[in-house]
Antibody
Framework: HLQESGPGLVKPSATLSLTCSVSGDSIYPYYWSWIRQPPGKGLEWIGYVFYTGSTKFNPSLKSRVTMSVDTSKSQFSLKMTSVTAADTAIYYC????????????WGQGTLVTVS | QSVLTQPSSASGTSGQRVIISCSGSNSNIGSTYVYWYQQFPGTAPRLLIYRNNQRPSGVPDRFSGSKSGTSASLAISGLRSEDEANYYCAAWDDSLSGVVFGGGTKLAVL
């Protein structure tokens, strides 16, 4: 079970910060990912963080995104800097099997509005 | 503009068979597995097909996936009203070193 938490409203040019809490599953086997979906649009992969702390990001967002993992708390986090209205979306935390598109676990999603 | 190309919409009548296509390139579909996701309005996507043609437990065998070269397709047979949803294909892209999605196909059951 995955649960996103964080502010639902962020001001333009500010930093978006979200945390995902993992329960019922070990923090270890998955590549913990963030995927977003602008209202009425399709899915966009933001990136992943592995339990070792290694990361990989969407090239189009790489300059603005950092991710971290706290294995002691079974949590992982997303930070996105310099947000604009184009970053308004439902943000899903998710668990993928390896460096693949095999996303087996999804949070319910949280709407973040930049305004 | 999505890296993987899907039709924006598809439709069929109850009981019919519908096929949703997904087109990519050698750096994604042509070299890796394809995955399909089903998403109902207001809910998170759920994995429908993995590794081109495998169904997770709980997914009816009415859903099937296939891949050929740089294209893939999702077939839904015996169409039912509860199949009305958005469907997304996805794959790892070796050039981008990340996951790419199709733009999604909205399926209507007439």
């Amino acid at each position: 079970h995955l649960q996103e938490s964080g502010p639902g409203l962020v001001k333009p040019s500010a930093t978006l910060s979200l945390t995902c809490s993992v329960s019922g599953d070990s923090i270890y086997p998955y590549y913990w990912s963030w995927i977003r979906q602008p209202p009425g649009k399709g899915l966009e992969w933001i990136g992943y963080v592995f339990y070792t702390g290694s990361t990989k990001f969407n090239p189009s967002l790489k300059s603005r995104v950092t991710m971290s993992v706290d294995t002691s708390k079974s949590q992982f986090s997303l930070k996105m800097t310099s947000v604009t209205a184009a970053d308004t979306a439902i943000y899903y935390c998710a668990g993928a099997v390896g460096e693949t598109a095999d996303v087996q676990e999804w949070g319910q999603g949280t709407l973040v509005t930049v305004s | 503009q999505s890296v993987l190309t899907q039709p924006s919409s598809a439709s069929g009548t109850s009981g019919q068979r519908v096929i949703i296509s997904c087109s990519g390139s050698n750096s994604n579909i042509g070299s890796t597995y394809v995955y399909w996701y089903q998403q109902f309005p207001g809910t998170a996507p759920r994995l429908l097909i993995y590794r081109n043609n495998q169904r997770p437990s709980g997914v009816p065998d009415r859903f099937s996936g296939s891949k050929s070269g740089t294209s893939a397709s999702l077939a839904i047979s015996g169409l039912r009203s509860e199949d009305e949803a958005n469907y997304y294909c996805a794959a790892w892209d070796d050039s981008l070193s990340g996951v790419v999605f199709g733009g999604g196909t909205k399926l209507a059951v007439l």
